[in-house]
């Protein structure tokens, strides 16, 4: 009987200790995974990128000028390869910036909001998704609400530095986002940045009349936990950044911001 017990506790040792080595195994393969995923986006990111080229010259003024000891800096405008992007994939219809900052993205737009959720631009699985527009906006069409959805990565890529505008130190630094479409550059200032769950719908499209839009704008700008002064009316239009944040289940970062007309 005695012999018989010892028996039974090694088996249970065994099987305990198969189950903790399986156990492991499986936790390197997701570490291994998620650096290789990581590794393998940051490579893309970085090629993809090499097809955004910024030009930045620097003229100085005139020395009967008052302010002549100043320079004026002139960014032109950013050349974007539209043309090879398209050959990645046709179903790029553009590209986000935000000066100083790694969001320095092409964006995508598929027939619903899940595909892109976890495919990268070359259509290849890829736990980081790409940057992409809202299904239901119409690219070529000024929308009112023009939505465009990131992941919020650990390891700093795709939409993580949106949260970052938590702070609002960092939202007086950097109020402007930058969007090329296949047919004009558009930029657009930060007006509200909060943090919300799904049941909120900030990512609205249709709007029955001018008064339902004008409210939806108010709504936005009370959320916001930084107040910058900017003033939005029914005759914007707005740019939506969204991410997911974690400070509690189903949390989201939003970003809104009024198109800056010439």
């Keep these: 009987m005695k012999y018989k017990t010892k028996q039974q506790i090694t088996f249970y040792r065994n099987i305990k200790i198969i189950i903790l080595s399986l156990m492991m195994i499986y936790c390197i ?111 070529n069409e000024e929308d009112l609400n023009t939505i465009i959805y990131g992941h919020n990565m650990k390891d700093g890529s795709m939409f993580k530095t949106l949260t970052s505008y938590k702070e609002e130190d960092f939202l007086i630094n950097h109020p402007i986002i930058e969007l090329t479409t296949l047919n004009k550059i558009t930029k657009w200032e930060i007006f509200s940045v909060y943090i919300t769950d799904t049941s909120f719908n900030y990512i609205r499209t249709n709007f029955e009349n001018e008064e339902d839009y004008g409210s939806f704008l108010s709504t936005l700008k009370n959320k916001s936990t930084h107040d910058v002064g900017i003033n939005v009316t029914s005759d914007d239009v707005i740019l ?23």
Aim: glycine share 2%; net charge neutral.
């Design 29 to 139: 393969y997701q570490i291994s995974h998620y650096i290789y995923n990581s590794y393998c986006n940051n490579k893309l990111n970085s090629q993809l990128q090499e097809l955004h080229i910024d030009n930045t010259q620097e003229t100085k003024t005139s020395e009967n000028n008052i302010n002549n000891s100043e320079k004026l800096k002139s960014k032109e405008d950013a050349k974007i390869n539209f043309k090879d992007l398209l050959a990645i994939n046709s179903e790029v219809v553009g590209w986000i910036k935000i000066q100083d900052t790694n969001i320095n993205y092409p964006v995508v737009k598929g027939k619903d909001n899940e595909y892109y959720l976890n495919h990268n631009i070359k259509k290849e699985s890829s736990a980081s998704g790409s940057i992409f527009m809202d299904y239901r906006n119409k690219v």
């Design 240 to 262: 939506t950044l969204s991410t997911c944040t974690y400070e509690f289940y189903d949390a989201r970062f939003a970003i809104h911001a009024r198109l800056i007309r010439e």
